[in-house]
């Protein structure tokens, strides 16, 4: 079946260490994101990707990293600059065809980092 | 900008009753909107969009969804609920301004609504 896996599920980690978030997607998707989600306040983009080698900074991006050099692929390093980084990630991605304004995000189940 | 925001922290339902989760949105041009619906440390599965065409919309598990383009709003609807449809829903827009030539535009989601069915 196609989808999205993320991996770890859970994650924890030291503060100072930076932490690198797994997402692989086997839909033959174009565009990858990546969203933080806290309580009470939603999902807030942090990078997201249209096409291999190539990315944008969402609204969060300070503190985090991402590469894209697959397709499949789209890794995002928390950095020890993250001041906040103890949250749910979520991985998603979608089609970038001239009709794919109508598309949905496809999600993986998350990451959930603890930093202590 | 292109927004959307939900009024509403939490739904309680009893069983069977039919349940509104509110959606509003601001957008420049033709709104592209959507429901999401997140179970617990699940990521989020999509129920249903609406493009053009008819002002409602039906989805999955029995939900639909009305477009107001005078109220601007998309509430999400189910005429009798059950117990499972209690998790977290999000309504979301396509931020069409985001484009720069590029079909990849941004998903803006709302802060989200937890639907707690009673039985």
């Known amino acids: 079946d196609g989808g999205i896996t993320q991996s770890p599920k859970y994650l924890f980690r030291k503060e100072g260490q930076n932490v690198t978030l797994s997402c692989e997607q086997n839909?033959?998707?174009?565009?990858m994101y990546w969203y933080r989600q806290d309580p009470g306040q939603g999902l807030r983009l942090i990078y997201y990707?249209?096409?291999?080698?190539?990315?944008q900074k969402g609204d969060i991006a300070e503190g985090y990293s991402v590469s894209r050099e697959k397709k499949e692929s789209f890794p995002l390093t928390v950095t020890s600059a993250q001041k906040n980084p103890t949250a749910f990630y979520l991985c998603?991605?979608?089609?970038?065809?001239?009709?794919?304004?109508?598309?949905?995000?496809?999600f993986g189940n998350g990451t959930r980092l603890t930093v202590t | 900008a292109q927004s959307v925001a939900q009024p509403e922290d939490q739904v309680n339902v009893a069983e069977g009753n039919p349940l509104t989760v509110k959606c509003t949105y601001s957008?420049?041009?033709?709104?592209?909107l959507f429901w999401y619906v997140q179970y617990p440390n699940r990521g989020l599965q999509f129920l249903l969009k609406?493009?053009?065409?008819?002002?409602l919309v039906k989805g999955s598990y029995g939900f639909e969804a009305e477009f107001n383009k005078s109220q601007t709003s998309f509430h999400l609807k189910k005429p009798s609920a059950l117990v499972s449809d209690s998790a977290l829903y999000f309504c979301?827009?396509?931020?069409?301004?985001?484009?720069?030539?590029?079909?990849?535009?941004?998903?803006?989601f709302g802060s989200g609504t937890r639907l707690s069915i009673r039985p």
């Open positions: 990707s249209q096409i291999v080698n190539d990315f």
């Open positions: 839909l033959n998707h174009d565009a």
């Open positions: 609406y493009i053009t065409g008819d002002n």
């Open positions: 979301a827009v396509r931020d069409m301004s985001s484009l720069e030539g590029s079909s990849a535009s941004k998903i803006i």
């Open positions: 998603a991605s979608s089609p970038t065809t001239p009709s794919a304004h109508n598309s949905p995000l496809h």
């Open positions: 957008v420049s041009g033709n709104p592209y």
